[in-house]
């Protein structure tokens, strides 16, 4: 399995990053997907994560962290096995190392029970 995430970069308090994450050697519509974020000093944190696709009642649910609530928007592509995450009026404190996290599973904000980690990518955002 192999979690590869993109879209990382230096961006000014206020603006927008959009990133993906690919995802390859699972079948991705049958993973719930999340987004994690681990600032230096800091432990792993929840951000967003959206269900699994399994005809389930669940089928495409999102959740967010209160801080990402009404800026992020998380999203899935089970035709192209991608995830992304929308994040818009960016604040300092967004900055961290983005994870994309995929887990055989109902959704869940605990980073322990995902079963699937990418590498990260770095968000910057400057005041």
């Known amino acids: 399995v192999q979690l590869v995430e993109s879209g990382g970069g230096l961006v000014q308090a206020g603006g927008s990053l959009r990133l993906s994450c690919a995802a390859s050697?699972?079948?991705?519509?049958?993973?719930?997907m999340g987004w994690f974020r681990q600032a230096p000093g800091k432990e792993r944190e929840f951000v967003a994560a959206i269900s699994r696709s399994d005809g389930s009642r669940s089928d495409g649910s999102t959740y967010y962290a209160d801080s990402a609530a009404g800026r992020f928007t998380i999203s899935r592509d089970n035709a192209k096995n991608t995830v992304v995450l929308q994040m818009n009026s960016l604040k300092p404190e967004d900055t961290a190392v983005y994870y994309c996290?995929?887990?055989?599973?109902?959704?869940?904000?605990?980073?322990?029970?995902?079963?699937?980690w990418g590498q990260g990518t770095q968000v910057t955002v400057s005041s």
């Open positions: 050697g699972l079948t991705f519509s049958r993973y719930s």
């Open positions: 996290a995929a887990r055989g599973g109902l959704t869940a904000t605990m980073p322990a029970v995902y079963d699937y």
